[in-house]
T-cell receptor
Framework: EPEVTQTPSHQVTQMGQEVILRCVPI?????FYWYRQILGQKVEFLVS????????KSEIFDDQFSVERPDGSNFTLKIRSTKLEDSAMYFC????????????FGPGTRLTVT | SQKIEQNSEALNIQEGKTATLTCNYT??????LQWYRQDPGRGPVFLLL?????KEKRKERLKVTFDTTLKQSLFHITASQPADSATYLC?????????????FGTGTKLQVIP
């Protein structure tokens, strides 16, 4: 069964450093998403991406964040200058259709900022 | 502001019984509602979607109801098994347009006791 994959599974970085989280969505999906989940809290929407551009973003997704689809398979989330409060689990998701389309989530990348 | 409320207390039930989880929302008029399952350290897994014009939907041992007057959805697992132990999240789309943004509730942790 096709699945969304994410690398790395765990990333430790120092405050102020740049990190890139990588995702490979399901191959025939057209809509891509990033979510984050701070430990013990709810899953929060960050950004959705379609046709090589951001289609929607939340207030969390400020200038420190960017997304890119550098090739036909990868989808990345970059945090330019990490802060302690960026420590969270980051989930990538993809869907075949928008709106009611079922979103398939990856296993997540645990980001720890020290 | 839009709010999704799920019982934050864990629900413990005996194996074989029916588990019922509640999702209440305010300041929303969603076109649909989704339920996801999340295991510790993993990404959410889609379970069911119910549209606003449907009162009930079933899938195997799962049943979801959607009452747009009460602004409430109930999620039932019949003949529950220890393997059903997980956190269950309800999710709704952004209120007006913006179908790509899905907002999750905090989730209810279900523990099925053998």
């Amino acid at each position: 069964e096709p699945e969304v994959t994410q690398t790395p599974s765990h990333q430790v970085t120092q405050m102020g450093q740049e990190v890139i989280l990588r995702c490979v969505p399901i191959s025939n999906h057209l809509y891509f998403y990033w979510y984050r989940q701070i430990l013990g809290q709810k899953v929060e929407f960050l950004v959705s991406f379609y046709n090589n551009e951001i289609s929607e973003k939340s207030e969390i997704f400020d200038d420190q964040f960017s997304v890119e689809r550098p090739d036909g398979s990868n989808f990345t989330l970059k945090i330019r200058s990490t802060k302690l409060e960026d420590s969270a689990m980051y989930f990538c998701a993809s869907s075949e259709v928008q709106g009611e389309g079922e979103q398939y989530f990856g296993p997540g990348t645990r980001l720890t900022v020290t | 502001s839009q709010k999704i409320e799920q019982n934050s207390e864990a629900l413990n039930i005996q194996e074989g019984k029916t588990a019922t989880l509640t999702c209440n929302y305010t300041n929303y008029s969603p076109a649909y509602l989704q339920w996801y399952r999340q295991d510790p350290g993993r990404g959410p897994v889609f379970l069911l979607l119910i549209r606003e014009n449907k009162k009930e939907k079933r899938k195997e041992r799962l049943k979801v109801t959607f009452d747009t007057t009460l602004k409430q959805s109930l999620f039932h697992i019949t003949a529950s098994q220890p393997a059903d132990s997980a956190t269950y999240l309800c999710a709704l789309p952004k209120n007006s347009g913006g179908y790509q943004k899905v907002t999750f509730g905090t989730g209810t942790k279900l523990q099925v006791i053998p």
